[in-house]
């Protein structure tokens, strides 16, 4: 079974700073990772995913994260942040050993507020 | 595009009613889900199909039931609702299993049971 941990459940920052998202997991198998966006009121969408190869992942909207096997971490980041990435964002992880392939597992979501 | 759509938007239902949320997707997706999103504690799988006429449980299937008669389609089907059902679900669907591909979610149904 895997679970994630998102270590902040908000983060107000002001516009144009950077922020960095944290997110840990466990698991007992190899993982693919995930970072969706769900903007008020709407579904989530997709922001960045990681299955394999380069740990550094970049997204959508200048949003990068990094995987770190060793650290069972997968934070995501962005340099300059606007009003617009005002949003929750919701680390995710699955199992990549051929067992579970339909389920997703979410964190609890962190909540970005940009503040002008 | 229309992608992923749900309705109703919003609904609130007695204690004991039953009803049905609609989702259809114009993607030809193959795996449809259901999630509920309740505060604070991210996204709950309900139900998962992987095609038409194969639907399995999720994490938290009990007091719900779904159907899949064809690929666009994916009701969700909540009988004698409690207050423990008030949660927003979102319907979501990808090409590829869940755990590699990208899920395309609809823009929720809020439910209350009063």
């Given at each position: 079974a895997q679970s994630v941990?998102?270590?902040?459940?908000?983060?107000?920052?002001?516009?144009?700073?950077?922020?960095?998202?944290?997110?840990?997991y466990s698991s007992s198998v190899s993982v693919y990772l995930f970072w969706y966006v769900q903007y008020p009121n709407q579904g989530l969408q997709l922001l960045l995913?990681?299955?394999s190869g380069s740990t550094l992942v970049k997204g959508i909207n200048?949003?990068?994260?990094?995987?770190?096997?060793?650290?069972?971490?997968?934070?995501?980041?962005?340099?300059?942040?606007?009003?617009s990435?005002?949003?929750e964002y919701f680390c995710a992880v699955s199992d990549n050993s051929g067992g579970s392939n339909y389920k997703l597992t979410f964190g609890k979501g962190t909540l970005l507020t940009v503040n002008p | 595009n229309a992608g992923v759509t749900q309705t109703p938007k919003f609904r609130i239902l007695?204690?004991?009613q039953s009803m049905t949320l609609q989702c259809t997707q114009d993607m030809n997706h193959n795996y449809m889900y259901w999630y509920r999103q309740d505060p604070g504690m991210g996204l709950k799988l309900i139900y998962y199909s992987v095609g038409a006429g194969i639907t399995d449980k999720g994490e938290v299937p009990n007091g719900y039931n779904v159907s899949r008669s064809t690929t666009e389609d994916f009701p969700l089907r909540?009988?004698?609702?409690?207050p423990s059902q008030t949660s927003v679900y979102f319907c979501a669907s990808?090409?590829?299993a869940a755990n590699t591909g990208e899920l395309f979610f609809g823009?929720?149904?809020?439910?209350?049971v009063l």
């Open positions: 941990t998102q270590l902040d459940s908000q983060v107000p920052v002001f516009e144009e700073a950077p922020v960095e998202l944290r997110c840990n995913k990681y299955l200048g949003f990068e994260a990094e995987f770190n096997k060793s650290q069972t971490s997968f934070h995501l980041r962005k340099p300059s942040v606007h009003i990435d005002t949003a | 007695k204690i004991g909540l009988e004698l609702a409690a990808s090409r590829l823009e929720g149904s809020r439910l209350t």
